[in-house]
């Protein structure tokens, strides 16, 4: 558990139930889940180790300068208020692009088998502007429950889309309005491309990947080569500079890596291994060593954990995938 998940179920503790399930109200489904897994395993902490997170705390939202509450809500009032509803409308549909998305926020906290019971029978172009909204990780457990064909007429659909226009989304409306029971307008924004299909491709497993990328090749060999320079699957963690590695590192758990470099090509082993302290080293040798034959279901498993670790670190800056290469410094 990182030390910021820590510290954030500690304070969550320390409000309340009532204070606390304020607070859950403001949070996405995985980061209900995430939080509320850490509290679950936090047990017993000294009153010390509780003043010290809620002073951490105090300090950060002393710090910080909250003008309005709802900045998207407050540009809407004052387009309105000097434009009118008629031109704020067009205004606030650029500024605000893709902000509405309230019917699809549902099918985040389902799980992904029902999700996919209710596409189904959708037109896949329909089910493709649905699922670049959702989580990348939750996309791709949805189409595993799709057929063969379906997941490839999707999926070419996700990678060929630059956007979705207003104009085309009558019939996701209606979608969202006899599946979801509701929905509102939705405005254009750029999902969907080659990186979004990448992404959802990388978390289906090998086996779905490569039927997947071999229909789209069929149809256009251009686009499969552009998605697939775009996907990082788990042997590409080798590229990642040593800094980064320890940085993974410090984000997976032993079990996790364990597992995950059960199926890892010598190399990716000695690489991690060499990021490790000594004694760490020696005893992820040892578990290797002890582990008898595991699943491939389950190997892949822990991997695309791990991939998922790596990603969010990107995303976040703290470190760099994909930059080799003949990139130079200047």
């Known amino acids: 558990m990182s030390d910021g998940l820590e510290d954030a179920a500690i304070l969550m503790m320390s409000l309340g139930e009532e ?4 607070v859950f109200k403001h949070l996405s489904p995985k980061e209900v889940q995430k939080l509320g897994e850490a509290i679950a ?5 000294t009153r010390d180790r509780v003043n010290e997170v809620v002073e951490k705390f105090t300090g950060i939202a002393t710090a910080q300068s909250l003008l309005v509450s709802n900045s998207g809500d407050y540009v809407r009032s004052v387009l309105k208020r000097a434009l009118g509803d008629d031109k704020a409308a067009l205004l606030i549909d650029r500024i605000l692009q893709g902000g509405d998305v309230s019917g699809i ?6 799980d992904p088998s029902s999700v996919a019971e209710l596409l189904r029978n959708e037109h896949p172009q329909i089910v493709a502007a649905i699922l670049v909204h959702l989580d990348f990780d ?4 949805i189409m595993k429950f799709f057929t063969e064909r379906q997941r490839n007429e999707v999926m070419l ?6 956007g979705i226009q207003p104009t085309a989304l009558k019939d996701l409306n209606e979608v969202l309005f006899n599946v979801l029971s509701g929905g509102d307008k939705m405005r254009k924004s750029s999902l969907g491309g080659v990186k979004a299909s990448a992404e959802i ?26 998605i697939m320079d775009k996907m990082f699957v788990f042997d590409d963690v080798i590229k990642l500079d040593n800094k980064a590695i320890q940085t993974v590192l410090k984000e ?15 190399d990716l082993k000695e690489k991690f291994l060499a990021n490790m ?11 290797l060593e002890s582990r008898g034959p595991m699943r491939l279901s389950e190997v892949e498993a822990q991997q695309k954990e791990i991939l998922k670790t790596v990603r969010r670190l990107a995303d976040e800056g703290t470190i760099v995938i994909g930059g080799g290469g003949d990139d130079q410094m200047v």
Request: glycine share 4%; hydrophobic share 40%; aromatic share 2%.
């Open 19 to 22: 204070e606390a399930s304020e």
């Open 41 to 45: 395993k936090t047990k017993t902490l």
């Open 105 to 110: 926020e549902s099918l985040k906290w389902m």
């Open 138 to 141: 939750q996309a791709a457990d």
């Open 201 to 226: 491709i990388n978390l289906m497993g090998t086996a779905i990947e490569g039927t997947v990328l071999e229909s789209i090749r069929n149809h256009d060999p251009d686009l499969a080569q552009k």
């Open 157 to 162: 659909r996700v990678a060929t889309m630059e």
């Open 277 to 287: 302290s000594s004694r760490a080293a020696e005893s992820l040798r040892e578990d």
């Open 252 to 266: 997976v758990s032993s079990d996790v890596l364990v597992v995950a470099l059960k199926g890892a090509q010598p």
